[in-house]
């Protein structure tokens, strides 16, 4: 993500870039608050909405109209937010704030947010009702040995017409929250107790809100009604990004949110203790939280800064998580991974590299991997004219130069998970492998488009080099890699990426305010879009591989395109510049030689696996409540691992296990597109030294297209 900051600076900054926080709100944590408050809006809150309304109007990019469209927007956004399960409000409590479909823009340029909170109010009530019910419901034990069905897929189905439909539907809800706990061996007293006491802390939470927390709710749906990267930021907020700016902390590195009732992984620090211990995975909820030795506290319907709380600590001691994997779907099956907590500093996520030798075609070739987590700088210390300040740019720079040292025959440089940064050390890097040039075009909200250049005379590495992405490649890594295939000078190989094309600033709304007394947040807006030297664009397309690799991620359900209410695709004019075409002529080559390797793989052969499986229950809406069914399901995916496991133990000449242990070792796995992408560099080396070519009804269809 990129964004620019109204201060000094003068650079433009991603969020990933400055968040070193290992455990962090990625949307509307919930400050500590009363137990009871009442909740109406203050002067601070009408204020700040006449400013953001402004703001918006008259600086984002998009430059839109506050007016009765955009009302509708934020009406079906502010439900969506709510209860976007549709599992608390009725199909009346919805009906009935249809005549305000077409005021909320009144309300916000007036700062009468009376309706809004109103609505908060009903499902403020809405929500109690729906826990007590819970609670009821588990007074009496239930039983698992009948055919049932949990539809927990809503989000297209209508609102419930009155309280038996809702109540239906939370008697599944509450059955599949047993049943889980049935699974993990506890006996119906215990499971009573666990969900009595998990439904109190739901209920709690929502007695905790104030007055700001109904105002940041709302005003998100106003932001994201206009763009998916807009957002506004409570005080609190807004002070935990500054922190994040400043201070390095200790914990796990992880970026949290809050997801109904649940704390879900939103991504992980690069290098960090939850990354390195590869047990725990974007998507991924925690349940439960444990210290050490200590027993374990059942986490779910707490607010998120609390959990925050009980995951931070000091640095060398342990901290125990309950995780439900995100490939575990509804089916829930957790586990309990250990980490020891570590000071995250900006030295984690600094760009590494390592040697990797391979035989192609029956030659060694040393292949260099650089991996860059993030278009990091110390901005500061560049501010301050310190000649040594540290930057993602010089630290590639320096990387390059020793594998020149080393006669290393190709380079690797790895984005993926890469969500950006600063935009001019992307446009530094490029420099490193180009001669100095033209990289991004920007475009503000008047039309008005400029060229940034690379800063750098002479390219550092000028042999054979492909870019490896994923779908969580964003922003800044999509620059670079477009720019390097648009120059002919990258073979770009993994999967489409993310497809953000947009810039951001953020303003502190104290800068308007007229009460020194009163604190204000901040608003997160749009205010450029930016395109590639060939005039195409990455918003919602991404940067397509020249060469694909199976996957999983699916760009249309994770990418940008997928989110609501993101900014089209478009483009402007190429800008000039010289590219190569020699690479373009071995790409049909590289494809057919990788396609019989992948083919051959086994590893591949698991992914393609689990692609099909995926893609065949990816639109199941329900979920069997019968603990038969649910037993064998899990039966088989343990019988399914363990297959693999030992027939990679066999590969190995290791003996093969009766069962897959607690926690697995993984310091075996196999990064298979990292070494199928220095395969293809060996095999580029091959052919340009003069190997035949391959049968040309071999190659695939699978070459590079402008964005």
């Given amino acids: 993500m990129l964004v620019k900051h109204k201060s000094n600076w003068g650079l433009r900054f991603g969020v990933a870039a400055l968040s070193l926080a290992l455990v962090g709100a990625a949307s509307m944590p919930l400050p500590a608050a009363p137990e009871k408050s009442t909740l109406n809006p203050g002067r601070t809150q009408a204020q700040s909405a006449t400013y953001i309304a402004r703001l918006l109007s008259d600086y984002h990019y998009a430059r839109p109209r506050i007016n009765d469209e955009l009302s509708a927007k934020i009406h079906e956004q502010y439900f969506k937010m709510l209860d976007g399960s549709k599992s608390y409000l009725l199909a009346s409590d919805v009906s009935r704030f249809d ?18 909170y109103e609505i908060y109010q009903i499902f403020q009530q809405r929500w109690a009702e729906r826990y007590d019910y819970a609670i009821e419901l588990l007074k009496t034990e239930m039983k698992f040995d009948v055919d049932d069905q949990y539809y927990f897929d809503r989000e297209n189905s209508p609102w419930a017409k009155d309280s038996k439909e809702l109540n239906e539907l939370w008697r599944q809800r509450v059955k599949n929250d047993a049943l889980n706990l049935k699974l993990a061996d506890k006996a119906w007293p215990e499971i009573q107790t666990l969900l009595t006491k998990r439904y109190e802390v739901a209920k709690r939470r929502m007695t905790q809100l104030n007055s700001e927390d109904v105002f940041s709710t709302f005003m998100n749906a106003v932001t994201s009604s206009i763009d998916p990267h807009a957002s506004y930021f409570s005080p609190p907020q807004a ?57 374990m506290v059942d986490v779910i319907g707490w607010r998120l800064d609390d959990v925050v709380k009980l995951i931070r600590g000091k640095a060398g001691t342990i ?12 089916d829930g099956a ?21 040697l990797l030798t391979i035989n192609s075609h029956g030659k060694d070739v040393k292949v260099g991997v650089i991996t860059v987590p993030k278009f990091y700088i110390d901005f500061d210390a560049r501010m301050r004219g310190d000649k040594n300040y540290v930057s993602v740019s ?3 720079k320096r990387l390059l130069n020793e594998f020149n040292n080393q006669s290393v025959d190709a380079v690797v440089l790895d984005l993926r998970n890469n969500g950006g940064g600063a935009l001019d050390e992307a446009a530094s890097m490029t420099g490193l492998f180009v001669k100095g040039g033209p990289v991004v075009q920007e475009k503000n909200q008047f039309g008005q488009v400029s060229v940034i250049t690379s800063p750098e005379s002479e390219p550092v590495w000028t042999g054979p080099l492909a870019v490896l992405v994923n779908g969580q490649s964003a922003s800044a890594s999509e620059i670079l890699a477009a720019a390097l295939q648009d120059y002919g000078r990258a073979i770009i190989l993994g999967e489409t990426t993310f497809g953000k094309g947009t810039v951001q600033t953020i303003a502190d709304l104290n800068r308007y305010r007229d009460r020194a007394s009163e604190t204000m947040g901040a608003l997160k807006y749009t205010v450029q879009k930016f395109y590639r030297i060939n005039g195409g664009s990455t918003q919602h397309r991404g940067v397509t591989p020249d060469l694909t690799f199976p996957s999983l991620f699916d760009h249309a359900e994770y990418g940008e395109s997928s989110l609501d209410n993101a900014m089209p695709w478009d483009f402007t004019m190429a800008t000039r510049y010289t590219a190569s075409n020699e690479l373009q ?21 698991y992914i393609k696996s689990d692609i099909a499986e995926y893609n065949a229950r990816k639109d199941d809406k329900s979920i069997s409540l019968k603990l038969e069914d649910r037993k064998a399901d899990r039966e088989r995916v343990k019988a399914t691992a363990l297959e693999r496991e030992n027939a990679r133990r066999a590969l190995r000449g290791e003996a093969p296990l009766k069962a897959l242990p607690e926690e697995r070792d993984n ?15 060996g095999d580029l080396i091959w052919l340009k030294a003069g190997a035949p070519l391959v049968a040309s009804e071999d190659t695939r269809a699978n070459t590079r297209k402008s964005n």
Avoid: C, H
């Avoid at 009144?106 to 947010?113: E, N």
């Avoid at 901290?319 to 509804?330: D, F, Y």
């Avoid at 002529?585 to 052969?605: C, T, V, Y």
């Fill in 667 to 681: 310091k075996n796995d196999q990064d298979v597109y990292l070494d199928e992408s220095a395969k293809i560099l």
């Fill in 394 to 396: 010089r630290d590639v």
């Fill in 239 to 295: 002070e935990n990004f500054n922190i994040e700016m400043r201070l390095s902390l200790e914990g796990i590195g992880a970026v949290l949110q809050s997801d109904d009732v649940y704390t879900k992984v939103v991504s992980l620090v690069e290098m960090g203790p939850a990354d390195k211990s590869k047990q725990i995975k974007p998507e991924d909820k925690i349940i439960a939280v444990g210290q050490d030795s200590g027993e």
């Fill in 99 to 116: 005549r305000y479909r077409t005021t909320f823009d009144d309300a916000l340029i007036s700062g009468d947010l009376s309706v809004p």
């Fill in 319 to 330: 901290v125990k998580l309950e995780v439900v994997p995100n490939t575990a779907g509804v």
């Fill in 334 to 354: 957790s586990k309990t991974i250990s980490i020891v907590r570590e000071k995250v500093k900006l030295e984690d996520e600094a760009a590494k590299s390592k």
């Fill in 585 to 605: 002529r071995w790409i049909p080559q590289l494809g057919a030689i990788s396609d019989k390797r992948i083919n051959n793989n086994m590893e591949f052969q």
